[in-house]
């Protein structure tokens, strides 16, 4: 059944804190962000295997920021750089504590750990038409963030490099995003794109699979979950405005950190100054009273 545009977003179930059972169902997401991870996100969440991780609940979700949703960032960020397997899966567990789901980055890139983890749950790979549609999508929001470049977006670029906010979003990126998609290069990243794509077709089972592009709308979802289709419409929702909005934000905060940052360099400038002719002026006293 194909989807049209949803125009109000639906609501989203929110994750009660409590460990999960390692045999329940549910969906480990195993595509990038900007392949149609949000619209699959609400529709996990309607059809009943919500919550759902995503990165848009992860930094700005209706969790509070301290302590939960910092526990899930830093636990993820660690998880990244953890080698050891029963390590990182503990980490992944704190930070998917009370979620059934996951979609989207950083949790997709985790996605062979959540199989070993949950034997019981499908692997939904959101794709989109063609390579160079996720990579038009990319460049136009998440990469700005995750690449910033001063010559292209200076108040972004400021924001993650000069305020603690900012730097804190920088750390979690490269110890999540940055390990499977290291460049801003338009070929490198079409290349990690395909590669990725061929690599989960490969890694996992046929039975346990569903190569899924939200345009295809409840019916192979709700198969493939073993799931009556629901009667409503399939979420088909576009986050660039928001992402984008989200932006603007944080771009205002680069240019108040640029002022403060300024203000605070004159204000030091001149009082070394003065220091520096106060003592010129003592030395002057000094000598006059020698003479």
Same mark, same amino acid.
């Given at each position: 059944m194909p989807t049209t545009k949803t125009t109000t977003q639906p609501k989203m179930v929110e994750p009660v804190e409590t460990d999960r059972d390692p045999n329940e169902t549910g969906v480990i997401g195993a595509g990038f962000g900007r392949t149609g991870t949000n619209s699959l996100m609400f529709a996990l969440d309607e059809i009943g295997v919500g919550a759902t991780m995503h990165m848009l609940r992860l930094l700005g979700g209706s969790e509070p920021l301290f302590p939960t949703r910092l526990r899930r960032i830093l636990a993820f960020s660690s998880a990244g750089a953890e080698k050891? #397997?029963?390590?990182r899966q503990e980490l992944l567990r704190v930070a998917m504590k009370g979620y059934r789901s996951e979609v989207d980055f950083p949790a997709s890139i985790f996605y =062979?750990?959540?199989?070993?983890?949950?034997?019981?749950? =499908?692997?939904?790979? !959101?794709? $989109?038409?063609?390579?160079?549609?996720?990579?038009?999508?990319?460049?136009?929001?998440?990469?700005?963030?995750?690449?910033?470049?001063?010559?292209? @977006?200076?108040?972004? *670029?400021?924001?993650?490099?000069? !305020?603690?906010? /900012?730097?804190?979003?920088?750390?979690?990126? !490269?110890? !999540?995003?940055?390990?499977? %998609?290291?460049?801003? @290069?338009?070929?490198?990243? &079409?290349?990690?794109?395909?590669? *990725?794509?061929?690599?989960?077709?490969?890694?996992?089972? #046929?039975?346990?699979?569903?190569?899924?592009?939200? #345009?295809?709308?409840?019916?192979?979802?709700?198969?493939? %979950?073993?799931?009556?289709?629901?009667?409503?419409?399939f979420p088909r929702?576009?986050?660039?405005?928001?992402?984008?909005?989200?932006?603007?934000?944080? $771009?205002?905060?680069?240019?108040?950190?640029?002022?403060?940052?300024?203000?605070?360099?004159? +204000? &030091?400038?001149? #009082?070394? +100054? $003065?220091?520096?002719?106060? /003592?010129?002026?003592r030395r002057i006293v000094k000598s006059s009273k020698a003479e």
């Amino acid at each position: 059944m194909p989807t049209t545009k949803t125009t109000t977003q639906p609501k989203m179930v929110e994750p009660v804190e409590t460990d999960r059972d390692p045999n329940e169902t549910g969906v480990i997401g195993a595509g990038f962000g900007r392949t149609g991870t949000n619209s699959l996100m609400f529709a996990l969440d309607e059809i009943g295997v919500g919550a759902t991780m995503h990165m848009l609940r992860l930094l700005g979700g209706s969790e509070p920021l301290f302590p939960t949703r910092l526990r899930r960032i830093l636990a993820f960020s660690s998880a990244g750089a953890e080698k050891d #397997k029963q390590k990182r899966q503990e980490l992944l567990r704190v930070a998917m504590k009370g979620y059934r789901s996951e979609v989207d980055f950083p949790a997709s890139i985790f996605y =062979k750990d959540f199989m070993e983890m949950y034997p019981n749950k =499908k692997v939904v790979l !959101t794709v $989109r038409g063609n390579a160079s549609e996720w990579l038009k999508s990319c460049q136009a929001t998440i990469c700005k963030m995750i690449f910033p470049d001063f010559a292209v @977006d200076p108040f972004l *670029w400021l924001f993650v490099k000069i !305020t603690p906010p /900012g730097m804190f979003v920088d750390y979690f990126f !490269t110890n !999540t995003i940055k390990q499977v %998609l290291p460049s801003s @290069d338009p070929q490198l990243m &079409l290349a990690v794109y395909d590669k *990725w794509v061929e690599d989960v077709k490969r890694s996992v089972p #046929k039975e346990r699979l569903l190569v899924f592009d939200v #345009k295809e709308g409840w019916e192979p979802l709700a198969k493939s %979950l073993d799931l009556p289709t629901p009667s409503t419409p399939f979420p088909r929702l576009n986050d660039a405005d928001q992402i984008n909005a989200e932006f603007n934000g944080m $771009r205002a905060v680069g240019a108040l950190a640029l002022v403060f940052y300024l203000i605070m360099a004159f +204000l &030091l400038g001149r #009082k070394a +100054l $003065r220091m520096v002719g106060i /003592g010129g002026q003592r030395r002057i006293v000094k000598s006059s009273k020698a003479e």
